[in-house]
């Protein structure tokens, strides 16, 4: 007799831990919510990004981290000696344009953190997803974060213009891509591994 197998969901199937060299990507958990709220709860971060009111509360995080749990956008919260750091991930909102995003702690900023987690992320999407290029932005006031996507071999593609809730308006949005035959040829940047 067969006995009955428990089946994954697709939520399960795609707990992925990401190490590199100084740095621990996994899922975010409701337990992380607070550490979630302060990185994302500073005015310095929550302009730079476009879905994320400001302020930034623990419910905030709290709907962040379900809302994640119920749909296909992998997203890792970023550890480093086991404190949170900050967040990147991919969304597929447009499943047929991936976007690369992220955000890191003020304290945390110019460590090359935001470098090192996208690169994993950006090494896991190619891997293990049939796609043949990520896209990116960063505000134009964003020099930092422009210059993450270039060191990751994304290039420039155009302006913008993106409407940002913790602003309240519009702003203009460099935006970036990277296609897969770019990111196969400098692919050896990273001594990431996934468990």
């Known amino acids: ?9 697709l939520r399960e199937s795609r707990a992925v831990v990401l190490e590199t060299d100084r740095l621990v990507l996994r899922q975010p958990t409701l337990a992380d919510v607070k550490a979630i709220a302060q990185v ?10 476009r879905r994320v009111p400001h302020p930034y509360t623990t419910d905030d995080a709290i709907s962040f981290v379900t809302t994640v749990a119920a749909t296909i956008d992998t997203v890792f919260l970023v550890e480093r ?4 750091v900050g ?3 991919v969304s597929w909102e447009n499943e047929n344009e991936p976007e690369l995003g992220y955000c890191f702690g003020v304290e945390h900023w110019g460590k090359g953190y935001a470098t090192e987690a996208a690169r994993a992320v950006i090494d896991y999407a190619f891997e293990e997803f ?8 960063a505000r134009v ?4 974060s422009r210059h993450v996507l270039e060191k990751c071999g994304f290039q420039w593609t155009g302006v913008e213009l993106h409407r940002f ?3 309240g308006s519009s702003t203009p949005v460099d935006r970036f ?16 591994t996934r468990r």
């Open 130 to 137: 049939a796609i043949e290029q990520l896209l990116a932005g």
């Open 177 to 192: 891509k990277l296609e897969r035959g770019v990111w196969s040829s400098i692919k050896s940047w990273n001594n990431s």
């Open 141 to 144: 006031l964003n020099p930092a």
């Open 87 to 89: 967040l990147v991930g």
């Open 1 to 9: 007799m067969l006995q009955p197998t428990p089946t994954l969901t």
């Open 40 to 49: 994302v709860g500073d005015k310095r971060v929550s302009i730079n990004l």
């Open 81 to 84: 000696e086991r404190a949170a």
């Open 165 to 167: 809730l913790a602003l």
